[in-house]
Structures are given as C-alpha cells and as structure tokens.
C-alpha cells in the first residue's frame, strides 16, 4: 500500500507564508511527478504546481512568483513554499504522486487526503 500524508496547513493572515509537506510512504518503487492541488468551497479541484523527478517545475498562472515547489527524492516528501498569501488562496491542498511499486510500467496516482489552508485577517 501507499499512502501520502500532508502537513503544515493552518490559518494565516493575508500576506503570511506557509510551507506544505507531503509524504510518501509504503511500497514504492519509485515516484515520476508529485504535486500540489487545491480545492476551495464551492470550486472544483485545480492544479496548483507539479514537479518531476528531475526537479522540473510548472505552476498555475494565479501562483507563480509566490509559491516555489520542491522535492526530496530520497524522503519521497514534495514541499510547497506559499509567500504572500492571499485570501483566495483559502482552499484544502492536496498532494498527488505518480508511482510505481515495482519495476514493471505500471503506474498509479495517489492521493493525499488534504490539508486546509485559511488565509485570514
């Protein structure tokens, strides 16, 4: 089994920083891209940043020069840093993993289960 457990979130004021961790635990092989998602109420789940075993990155539009996301491929963990926040950043994060548990080219998503993140005065 895998499992990708999330933590850091919490309540910030507008223009705070927070830092996002995800884990990645059970029988991996290995783990092609992670990610960051977001869903706030009444919205669907959006793509926040991905980043690939290589440490390439991408972000959504609304984030970039905010937010930095990163890895620690031998802690199976993808990080993301959140500067000046704002209060539509205001959503429950999730994390995502592209993983294999064995060598053959079978690979599966997997899903964190998420981690609220409130940005308040």
């Known amino acids: 089994q895998v499992q990708l457990v999330e933590s850091g979130g919490g309540l910030v004021q507008p223009g705070g920083s927070l830092r996002l961790s995800c884990a990645a635990s059970g029988s991996i092989f290995s783990i092609n891209v992670m990610g960051w998602y977001r869903q706030a109420p009444g919205k669907e789940r959006e793509l926040v940043a991905t980043?690939?075993?290589?440490?390439?990155?991408n972000y959504v539009d609304s984030v970039k020069g905010r937010f930095t996301i990163s890895r620690d491929n031998a802690k199976n963990t993808v990080y993301l840093q959140m500067n000046s926040l704002k209060p539509e950043d205001t959503a429950v994060y999730y994390c995502n993993a592209n993983i294999r548990q064995t060598m053959s080219n079978i690979w599966r998503n997997y899903w964190g289960k998420g981690t609220l993140v409130t940005v308040s005065s």
């Open positions: 980043i690939t075993s290589g440490g390439g990155a």
